[in-house]
């Protein structure tokens, strides 16, 4: 804006009269709107006085009427100046959009893995059921938990855990539709796999497939080589007649889980077989 200031009083200084300080402050003001600082403002506005009337006392410049020439001049000037001024703002403008879609992705992102956070889930989830009693398509989710975390951590280190739930997510990224299904972190070394417009025998079949992949997997970091498995529990919406909530869906997973990991682990079990065995 300073720069401004003194490029518009040069104008000012070469035909002196209402018109062109009316340029000037329009420029000044325009500035001032578009970056949003009164201060920068007033210190334009006194850096603009400063060398209009100082140069006029100065050069002895008589206040007379704009000839045509000058108006000629300082209409190019405003002209090319709002141009540029308008394609900064539109490139400013796009960088806002693209720093904020990136901002949006950092937040739906767990950092170490790169899959969706419990953030993501709790928001999406609610709504993948919405629209399934809505459109009437099965929806599946798969709780997923890591076997014997805690004693990886401890033996190898949390660089060598770190590392293991990047790969399993990798693992798991292949086993599900790109675009339809996807991964979150739920916490710790547990996740959630939300298969849209997929029945329990599909959830089932997909829990299986990540399941042996990941058993047959070996985990390789420096001179470490690690296998390990993980367990899963399966829960499905597939009636369509009453609300259900995604906290009960999850629940149901949750303890298909645990009877997997109870069971010995390194298994895949569907909520409601349970239920039907109960």
């Known amino acids: 804006m300073h720069i401004d200031a003194v490029l518009t009083s040069c104008i000012f200084l070469i035909a002196p009269g209402e018109e062109i300080l009316f340029a000037v402050l329009l420029v000044l003001l325009t500035n001032a709107t578009f970056i949003g600082a009164l201060k920068l ?9 400063l060398v209009s009337f100082g140069g006029m006392y100065l050069f002895d410049i008589d206040w007379a009427v704009v ?73 599946t989710v798969i709780f997923v938990d890591v076997d014997h975390f805690k004693k990886i951590n401890d033996s190898y280190g949390h660089s060598v855990g770190d590392s293991i739930l990047k790969s ?32 329990s025998e599909k959830g089932v079949l997909v829990a299986e497939r990540v399941r042996e992949r990941v058993e047959q997997y070996i985990f390789r970091q420096d001179d470490i080589e690690i296998n ?45 077989r349970h239920k039907k065995k109960d």
């Open 168 to 199: 399993f997510v990798d693992i798991a990224q292949t086993c599900i539709r790109d675009g339809t299904d996807w991964v979150a972190r739920f916490g710790g070394e547990e996740f959630v796999i939300v298969l849209t417009n997929s029945d």
């Open 41 to 49: 403002l007033i210190s334009t506005i006194m850096l603009t006085s």
């Open 67 to 139: 000839p045509g020439f000058a108006r000629l001049l300082i209409m190019s000037f405003l002209i090319l100046y709002f141009i540029f001024f308008a394609f900064m703002g539109f490139k400013l403008i796009q960088n806002f959009l693209n720093l904020a879609n990136k901002v949006k992705q950092i937040s739906r992102r767990d950092p170490l893995t790169g899959c969706y956070n419990r953030l993501y889930l709790d928001k999406e989830l609610p709504k993948e059921i919405n629209r399934s009693l809505r459109i009437h398509y099965p929806l």
């Open 228 to 272: 390990i498995t993980c367990s899963f529990g399966v829960a499905a919406l597939e009636t369509f007649e009453r609300q259900i909530r995604a906290e009960t869906l999850l629940k149901q997973a949750d303890v298909a889980l645990y009877i997997a990991k109870d069971s010995g682990r390194n298994r895949v079990e569907l909520c409601e």
